[in-house]
């Protein structure tokens, strides 16, 4: 992103583009002026985001690291540069019973929500590092940040992006990279499936995919980094702030002998 916190001209790719949160981004980022790759393992629905919003569509799976490299290396060579990239697709396994979990849901929700990440930031780091900088925000969850009793596998892939993120943005830093997370709550998209008629049964507000694309419009903008940005109704995101403990702190004096 320019340093005058413009988007216009500058290239951009979405993961998990083709619908939810992902194609909101990819809708704001082109009504910035950023020319947007919209990327999604359903490679018609990042077409129809795309052919509407002016960009790029491409099917990418976002667990292949080789398919992550080719896309990269396409990106620079087409578009002359990649600036900004939103780490956002990911899935749920929809169980709470890790008893019950199959290896094909294991296996799935890390290919998306942390292979993705890993991957999407090891190709497209290379790319920010020769540019000489860049920003890229992945979509964590609350569920990086609290206990989600109904999803302990899709919690597990949270908590590690966001230390993830944390712990990268040193030496990203050192390259002109920004990395940061969104942390938003429930989100109206198609992840929460079946769940969403209860969800607003019980009177749990659900956010518009549009909040979350502000957001990283924020967050990007303000040019922090290493940054877990919770989304929550009714509130404009902020960062979370974490309780750390002083590792270093001298060991207590013995108690005086009586």
């Known amino acids: 992103m320019a340093t005058n916190g413009s988007f216009e001209g500058r290239v951009a790719l979405v993961t998990g583009g ?30 129809s985001v795309a052919e509407e919003i002016g960009g790029r569509g491409v099917t990418l799976d976002v667990g292949d690291a080789a398919a992550w490299d080719s896309l990269v290396d396409d990106i620079v060579a087409v578009e002359g ?8 697709a ?26 993705g990440v890993v991957y999407g930031t090891r ?29 302990p596998i899709y919690t597990l892939t949270k908590h590690a992006v966001v230390g ?14 920004t990395i940061n997370c969104l942390c938003p709550a429930v989100v109206d998209t198609p992840l929460i499936g079946e769940a969403r008629e209860r969800l607003v049964e019980v009177g ?41 403990p002083d590792i270093w702190a001298p060991a207590p004096s013995p108690a005086p002998e009586s």
């Open 18 to 47: 083709g619908s939810g949160i992902g194609a909101a981004v990819s809708r704001r980022l082109a009504a910035e002026g950023a020319r947007v790759v919209v990327a999604d393992i359903a490679g018609a629905a990042a077409a």
């Open 81 to 88: 540069g990649l600036g900004l990239v939103h780490l956002n």
């Open 90 to 115: 990911g899935v749920s396994t929809g169980e709470a019973d890790p008893t019950l979990l199959t290896e094909a849901q294991y296996r799935r929700v890390m290919g998306a929500n942390l292979d």
């Open 123 to 151: 190709a497209v780091g290379r790319a920010m590092k020769a540019a000489g900088g860049g920003a890229i925000v992945a979509t964590a969850s609350l569920a990086g940040i609290i206990s989600f009793p109904p999803d």
């Open 164 to 177: 993830f993120v944390r712990s990268s943005a040193m030496a990203l830093g050192a390259y002109g990279i």
């Open 204 to 244: 749990l507000a659900l956010i518009p995919p549009s909040d979350i694309a502000d957001a990283l419009v924020t967050v990007v903008r303000g040019g922090g980094t290493g940054e877990a940005w919770t989304c929550v109704p009714h509130r404009a995101p902020e960062p979370w702030t974490f309780a750390t």
